[in-house]
């Protein structure tokens, strides 16, 4: 099983990044998918997530109307894209899949949101 993210960097207040998480091992289209991520010194936070048929989507109200999540079942791929970033997004995003107690964890994307 693997979860592997990118697109993470240095984006400037304001600014916009596409995340991306590639799956392989298992059957993605089977697991709902989520982003959390873990700021310095805070408590890990769920970002967004999205059920296995990408009908339906769940975000922290922190970042309700400015993030937005999507998978391509056919790409086995999660996309995270978050627009007016702000310096406190700073955080370590993960990927995670999970199905019923089942969950798999990438190994995270660094976004430094400083001007």
């Known amino acids: 099983v693997q979860l592997v993210e990118s697109g993470g960097g240095l984006v400037q207040p304001g600014g916009s990044l596409r995340l991306s998480c590639a799956a392989s091992?298992?059957?993605?289209?089977?697991?709902?998918m989520s982003w959390y991520r873990r700021a310095p010194r805070k408590a890990r936070e769920l970002v967004a997530a999205?059920?296995?048929?990408?009908?339906?989507?769940n975000y922290a109200d922190s970042v309700k109307g400015r993030f937005t999540i999507s998978r391509d079942n056919a790409k086995n791929t999660v996309y995270l894209q978050m627009n007016s970033l702000k310096p406190e997004e700073t955080a370590v995003y993960y990927c995670?899949?999970?199905?019923?107690?089942?969950?798999?964890w990438g190994q995270g994307t660094q976004v430094t949101v400083s001007s």
């Open positions: 995670v899949a999970r199905v019923s107690q089942t969950s798999f």
């Open positions: 091992g298992f059957t993605f289209s089977s697991y709902a």
């Open positions: 999205i059920v296995s048929a990408g009908g339906s989507t």
